[in-house]
C-alpha cells in the first residue's frame, strides 16, 4: 500500500506591515478620495444653490403675479425644508465610508486605462478584507511595486472632475447677478424677496392721515388713505365706537359698486372720506387689498361753550338814559357809558379773562388795551368796563380745569359819540324887506341827541356890535327846543340903505364841554317909506 503526498497548505494573508511604498501609494489614493468627497459634496451644494436660486425666483415671481398669503408661503417654506433636510443628509451629510479607496482607486484606474486593475488590487491587498483572496506576500509585494512605478507620475488630482462645476457655478453665478440688477432696477423685485423670506413686505403701501388726532365735538374729520407702489382693487375705511366691541362699519374709499364704468378700476394716489358731526370717541382703520393699517384713535373733545351773553349798559347820567340790558355780543353804547358783563359757560371755567382790542377804525397800528380779568361765578363769568369812550372789540379766553378752551370769538362794541347840536331859523325867510318901525318876529328850533342847555337868537345892526334878542335855559335839558322873539327896528338906530343880520344857536350839556351850534344867518334889509319910480323909454326904472 503506497502512501501518497499532500500539497501544502495555501498561503493565508496575515495583516503584514505593508511595505514603505505601498504605503506611499495608499496616501495618494487617499489624498484623491478626500478630494473626490470634496468635489462631491461642491457639486451638491452648487446643484442646491442652483435649485434654490431658481426654485426662489419661480416662487418670488409667482408670489409678484398671484400674491400669496402669509400662511402659503410658511407652507411652500415648510415643504421645502423637509425636501433641503433629506437633501442636506443624503448629499452632504451621508457617512464616510461611502466613497471607499476601493472606489476612488476605480476611478482612478478608469482616468488611467493603462494601469488595469493595479490599483484596486494594491489597495484591496494593503487592506484586507474577509472576502480578500490569498496571495504569497512576495507577490502582494512585487505588486505594489510595479503599481508603484506606473504611478509615480501619474497625477491623482485629475480624477476628480472639479471642470463640470464650472457650468452650473457659472449659471448659479449668472441668477445671482441677475437678481442683484433685479433688485437694484425694480423695487418689486426686492419686495417680492423680501416676502419670499416671510418679511411683512407689501407691493402695495399705505398710508393713513391724520392718524390719531383730538377733534372737537361735533366738527367733521376728513380721513386720507394714500395708496402708492401697485394699486389696489378695494379700500375700505372702517370704524366704531372706541373701546367697544360693535361691528366695524365699512366706508368705501373708491368708486361705487354700481358704476360699471369703474368696476374694474384699481385704487391708487391719494383717497379721501369724512367722518361727519363727530361727537363720541371713535377708532378707525383701512383696508387697502392685502394692507391693514394699525388701528387709530379719534379722542373727541368738547371744548367751553358759550350759553348765554348779557351787557348791562349805564350811560352817564347827562345823559337822561335808563340802564339797559342786552343779551347778545355785539351792541351800540352811548359815550362814557359802562358796562357790565355776565357770560354764561356750559360748565364752569379755572380761569378766564376779556381780551380788548380797539375797533377797526383804530388801524392797524393800534395797541391791543389791558385785559380785563373776569370773575368765575360757578358757570358765570362776570367782568366791567367802566368808561367805554372808542369803539372796541372783545374776545372772551376762558380755559375749563380739563385743558379745554373757549373757541376765540370776537365781538363788537359801538360807541355813539355825543354829537353837537342841530339848530335852524324856522321864520322869516332868508331875506326880507322892512321898514325901519317894523316889528320882525323871529323863531328858532333846536334839537340834541341828549340834552339842551340854551337856545337863543342874535343879531348884529350894521357894523354893530352882536347882541343876543332871546335866550332860553331850560332846567329839564330837553333834546329839543324852541325859540320865539321879536325884533322891534324902531327901538333901534336903523335907517336906509342899511341891514341886519340874525341867527339862532344852540348848546347841548356835555359834561365834558358843551357843543355849541348856530344857524344859518338871514337878513332884513331896510327900504325907504316912500318909492318914487320914473318910467324910461329905453326901458328900465
Not at 463640470?164 to 445671482?176: S, W
Not at 382693487?233 to 366691541?245: D, F, I, Q, S, V
Request: aromatic share 8%.
Amino acid at each position: 500500500m503506497s502512501q501518497s503526498t499532500l500539497p501544502p497548505p495555501a498561503p493565508i494573508p496575515a495583516p503584514a506591515a505593508e511595505p514603505p511604498m505601498s504605503a506611499e501609494l495608499i496616501d495618494r489614493v487617499e489624498t484623491a478620495r478626500r478630494n473626490w468627497r470634496r468635489f462631491l459634496r461642491a457639486r451638491a451644494a452648487v446643484r442646491m444653490l442652483l435649485a434654490i436660486l431658481v426654485l426662489g425666483g419661480l416662487l418670488a415671481l409667482a408670489d409678484y403675479t398671484w400674491i400669496f398669503s402669509q400662511g402659503f408661503r410658511q407652507a411652500i417654506w415648510i415643504g421645502l425644508g423637509v425636501i433641503a433636510i433629506a437633501f442636506l443628509f443624503r448629499r452632504l451629510l451621508r457617512p464616510r465610508g461611502t466613497v471607499s479607496r476601493q472606489e476612488t482607486a476605480l476611478e482612478i484606474e478608469t482616468a488611467f486605462p493603462q494601469l488595469g486593475q493595479r490599483v484596486c488590487t494594491t489597495v484591496e491587498y494593503a487592506e484586507p478584507t474577509p472576502t480578500t483572496m490569498p496571495a504569497w506576500p512576495s507577490m502582494v509585494k512585487a505588486l505594489t511595486t510595479e503599481t508603484q512605478q506606473q504611478t509615480d507620475r501619474l497625477d491623482f488630482e485629475e480624477v476628480v472632475p472639479w471642470r463640470r462645476l464650472r457650468l452650473p457655478t457659472a449659471a448659479a453665478a449668472g441668477l445671482v447677478v441677475f437678481f442683484l440688477a433685479l433688485f437694484l432696477f425694480q423695487s418689486g423685485a426686492w419686495i417680492a424677496s423680501l416676502r419670499l423670506f416671510l418679511v411683512p413686505a407689501q407691493y402695495s403701501k399705505l398710508e393713513v392721515k391724520p392718524g390719531d388726532r383730538t377733534v372737537n365735538t361735533g366738527n367733521d374729520v376728513a380721513i386720507q388713505a394714500i395708496i402708492s407702489g401697485r394699486p389696489v382693487e378695494k379700500a375700505e375705511l372702517l370704524y366704531r365706537k372706541a373701546k367697544g366691541k360693535d361691528p366695524w362699519t365699512a366706508v368705501s374709499l373708491g368708486p361705487q359698486e354700481s358704476d360699471e364704468t369703474d368696476a374694474d378700476a384699481r385704487l391708487a394716489g391719494t383717497l379721501e372720506t369724512s367722518l361727519k358731526n363727530c361727537r363720541e370717541d371713535l377708532e378707525y382703520r383701512v383696508i387697502a387689498g392685502p394692507i391693514e393699517s394699525g388701528v387709530y384713535r379719534l379722542t373727541i373733545v368738547h371744548p367751553l361753550e358759550l350759553k348765554k351773553i348779557e351787557a348791562d349798559i349805564e350811560a352817564p347820567a347827562y345823559t337822561g338814559k335808563k340802564s339797559r340790558t342786552v343779551k347778545k355780543g355785539d351792541f351800540s353804547v352811548p359815550e362814557g357809558s359802562a358796562v357790565r358783563f355776565r357770560f354764561t359757560l356750559d360748565r364752569p371755567a379755572q380761569i378766564a379773562q376779556l381780551r380788548i382790542t380797539p375797533g377797526k377804525k383804530a388801524g392797524a397800528s393800534a395797541q391791543a388795551l389791558p385785559a380785563v380779568p373776569l370773575a368765575i361765578e360757578g358757570n358765570v363769568l362776570c367782568g366791567v368796563l367802566n368808561r367805554v369812550t372808542r369803539d372796541l372789540e372783545y374776545e372772551i379766553q376762558a380755559e375749563a380745569a380739563d385743558g379745554m378752551k373757549l373757541e376765540p370769538r370776537r365781538f363788537r362794541i359801538s360807541v355813539r359819540p355825543d354829537r353837537q347840536p342841530t339848530v335852524r331859523l324856522l321864520k322869516p325867510q332868508v331875506i326880507i324887506e322892512a321898514t325901519p318901525t317894523t316889528e320882525v318876529t323871529i323863531q328858532a328850533a333846536a334839537r340834541d341827541d341828549y340834552g339842551l342847555t340854551k337856545v337863543g337868537i342874535a343879531y348884529q345892526i350894521g357894523d354893530g356890535p352882536e347882541k343876543v334878542l332871546r335866550l332860553d335855559d331850560d332846567p329839564q335839558r330837553p333834546v329839543s327846543l324852541s325859540s320865539l322873539a321879536t325884533l322891534y327896528l324902531e327901538e333901534h338906530p336903523v335907517q336906509f340903505p342899511g341891514g341886519v343880520v340874525y341867527y339862532a344857536f344852540a348848546e347841548d350839556n356835555c359834561p365834558g364841554g358843551a357843543h355849541r351850534a348856530v344857524s344859518e344867518v338871514h337878513y332884513i334889509d331896510i327900504r325907504p317909506y316912500k318909492r318914487e319910480y320914473q318910467i324910461l323909454k329905453a326901458g328900465g326904472t
